[in-house]
């Protein structure tokens, strides 16, 4: 498995950045990687909510179903995906509260076939220019 771990400062307000991080209608315009929904886009989020998305990621596209295994207004939301072939991705999202500031915190795990091992490594580093940018632009949103 492979970690790629961001965490970016903004002034937006706790509340105004947890809207921003868990509406689903709105990846489009953060996350670098995002290629759109493949299928209708749930109205609310809870634990158990389950969605797919096409994911791009240096040119390799790849559809990805998604479960929401975690799901704590208005701090952390949890993603669980599937991919072929056998990728296995987690992303969690937590939003705090830091002296006045909120932090954006992105955790992603990336596994599962030949991403246990180098390879994994390999693509979490290419990743982390991705994830650092996707968090920046959530972070500019507001």
């Known amino acids: 498995m ?14 105004q950045a947890w809207k ?31 969605v797919s998305s096409l994911i791009k990621v240096k040119g390799f596209r790849n559809t990805i179903h998604w479960r929401v295994t975690r799901y704590d207004e208005p701090h952390t939301i949890e993603l669980t995906g ?12 937590n939003v705090t509260d830091a002296d006045g500031r909120t932090c954006f ?3 992603s795990d990336i596994s599962g076939g030949v991403l246990n091992g180098p390879i994994g490594r390999l693509v ?15 972070a500019a949103l507001a």
Do not use: Y
């Not at 709105?26 to 929904?37: C, L, V």
């Not at 599937?82 to 999202?93: H, L």
């Open 20 to 50: 921003l991080a868990s509406d689903l209608n709105r990846f489009d315009e953060w996350m670098t990687i995002f290629a759109g929904w493949r299928g209708p886009v749930p109205e609310t989020i809870a634990e158990g909510t389950e």
């Open 105 to 107: 915190h992105l955790i």
């Open 82 to 93: 599937t991919g072929w072939p056998a990728v296995k991705i987690c992303i969690t999202m």
């Open 2 to 15: 492979a970690t790629v771990d961001v965490s970016v400062p903004s002034d937006v307000a706790p509340q």
């Open 124 to 138: 979490a580093k290419v990743l982390e220019s991705d994830v650092r940018k996707s968090v920046s632009n959530l």
